[in-house]
C-alpha cells in the first residue's frame, strides 16, 4: 500500500475492521477533497470495488473565526436588543445571513 497522502493534510481517515475483498481497509479524505481507497487515489473507473462509490462535495471556505471576531466586536457597540447583520452571503444557488440579537 503506497501512502500518497501528506500528513498535514489528512482531514477524515476511516478504517474499516473487517477484512475482506469486497471492502477497503481504508478510506483518506485530504483537505483538497482527494480520497484515497487503501492508501492510493480513487479512480472510480479503475476502482477495484465495484460497489464502492465516493462522492465528496467541494466547498470554497473553512470558518477561520472572523464571524466570531465581528460578533464581539459589534457586541461591543450593540444596544440591547438590537438586530445587527454579521455576515450576507449570496451565490447562484444559496443565500446565506448571519444576523445576531444583542
Keep these: 500500500m503506497t501512502n ?3 500528513e498535514n493534510s489528512q482531514w477524515i ?3 474499516l475492521k473487517k477484512n475482506g475483498k469486497k471492502l477497503p481497509k481504508e478510506l483518506r479524505i485530504d483537505m483538497d477533497g ?3 481507497v ?3 487515489l ?3 473507473t479503475k476502482s477495484k470495488y465495484k460497489n464502492l462509490s465516493i462522492d465528496v462535495e467541494q466547498h470554497g471556505r473553512l470558518s477561520s473565526g472572523e ?3 465581528k460578533i464581539i466586536e ?3 457597540k450593540a444596544k ?3 438586530f445587527i447583520t454579521i455576515k450576507e452571503e449570496e451565490g447562484p444557488d444559496k443565500k446565506e445571513i448571519t444576523t445576531v440579537k444583542f
Design 74 to 76: 459589534e457586541s461591543k
Design 34 to 36: 482527494k480520497v484515497y
Design 67 to 69: 464571524e466570531t471576531q
Design 4 to 6: 500518497n497522502i501528506n
Design 80 to 82: 440591547k436588543g438590537e
Design 13 to 15: 481517515k476511516i478504517k
Design 38 to 40: 487503501d492508501g492510493e
Design 42 to 44: 480513487y479512480d472510480e
